[in-house]
């Protein structure tokens, strides 16, 4: 019956849609900008900088400052305590190439469209879901009467929770690893899963985004919870199912396990402990983390704990001793100093300016 619903819903057009439908043929001149005010507001747009995507196809030139935006920013379109967004493609609009500083799931739920990538181009069908990185230049059209679905995730949600429930997935770990931790970032990573008429993943999707629209106080547990049986339910099908640009080396493999042992056991990590876990050198284990990281392991390792003490700080009242001691810190002063060092703040403010954010 849910499924239902959001399937009627999705398949009405919005407004704003029927407004860019009625002036798709590029006829619109900016003299009758007010008639699109009507449905956002120019100053709104402006200021928030959200006109970049879904300004229709005019015949004249648009106004400089929409032309010169490249990239969405996540606090403008997911709320402030919600760690995810999920809104349908709005169709007809122009297709402009553009960048997000976030996580983004792209899900054909209906017929097909067309993502163009800066240095690829993807014919994707009903049922594909593509998982881009931030900072990707992109642009997507849908085809008429086709229906695309985006999940926008925050980087920090990926970087403190999703490891842990994917850490036995190569694939998924391997995209992380290399879109958080590689020192040189690629356009070129993604992962494209090709799902077809599979009924968990199209469900599984419905109720996350009518999770989104209708939940109370607990959606976001609650989306965070369908987001990762969706994922689950991806990692089910064959390999075959799944699509990566490149396969993965030997180095980038250890790195993975690397990376691995060091969030299951940050607390009282060393390189020791890791070369024995890994059976390899501790040299050979330094030499595959400045490869693929660019960094050396003390720092990697202080990253995991830094990003744990920020989750602690942000999502529960542990005193800052317990934090120091979950995150295997000596003592509290070392974690404050270290974290202010990071940071530019003291653990303390971190936790109130964050709150004050909310």
Known sequence: MLTEKMDHILQVLTNLEEFYKENSDGKLSLQEYSTYTKFLSSNYIKKNK??????????????????????????????????????????????????????????????????TLSNKTFQLSEGDLFVMPPDTMHSIKMLDGSICIYVMIRRKYIDSVFFELFHHNPPLISFFNKVLFEETKQESNYILFHTGDNDDVRETMLRLFSEYLWGDEFRNQIMECYLKLLFSFLFRHKQSDIETPTSFSNIE??????????????????????????????????????????????????????????????????????????????????????????????????????????
């Open 50 to 115: 959200l006109i970049r995507v879904y300004w229709p196809q005019y015949s004249e030139p648009t106004p400089k400052y929409i032309t010169g935006l490249t990239e969405l920013d996540e606090n403008m379109l997911i709320l402030a305590d919600l760690n995810m967004a999920i809104t349908k493609h709005i169709n007809f609009s122009l297709d402009l190439m553009h960048s997000n500083n976030y996580f983004q799931c792209i899900y054909i739920h209906k017929g097909s469209g067309i993502l």
């Open 253 to 358: 493999l250890h790195f993975n396990e690397i990376m691995n042992y060091i969030r299951k056991d940050f607390r009282s990590a060393t390189l020791s402990s890791v070369a024995e876990y890994m059976h390899l050198s501790k040299q050979y284990i330094c030499r595959i983390i400045q490869q693929v990281s660019g960094t050396s392991f003390s720092k990697l390792l202080m990253d995991v704990k830094l990003k744990k003490a920020v989750q602690y700080l942000m999502e529960s009242n542990l005193k800052l001793e317990d934090i120091a001691d979950y995150t295997g810190f000596s003592d509290v002063s070392h974690f404050s100093r270290t974290f202010k060092t990071h940071y530019g703040l003291s653990p303390s403010k971190y936790r109130t300016q964050s709150k004050v954010q909310l």
